[in-house]
């Protein structure tokens, strides 16, 4: 069950990481404010950690291969 719990917690890093560089080229391009795009990238990655802290016990965002 962990080691589904640390792939998941890997997914949800790499959909963040995703959404960070889609976001910063859309506000880019359509002249958008990126504060607003930083502080809510930063809540997510902030989830994911607090995430890894309730589950396994260390506020991490990746979880190392050799670790799962």
Known sequence: MKIILKK???LLT???????????????VKNQPIGDLIS??????LTVAVFNYFIFGAATLWHKKSDI
């Open 40 to 45: 809510e990238i930063a809540f997510c990655y």
């Open 8 to 10: 998941f917690a890997n």
């Open 14 to 28: 790499i959909a963040t990481t995703i959404f960070l560089v889609v976001g910063l080229g859309y506000a880019v």
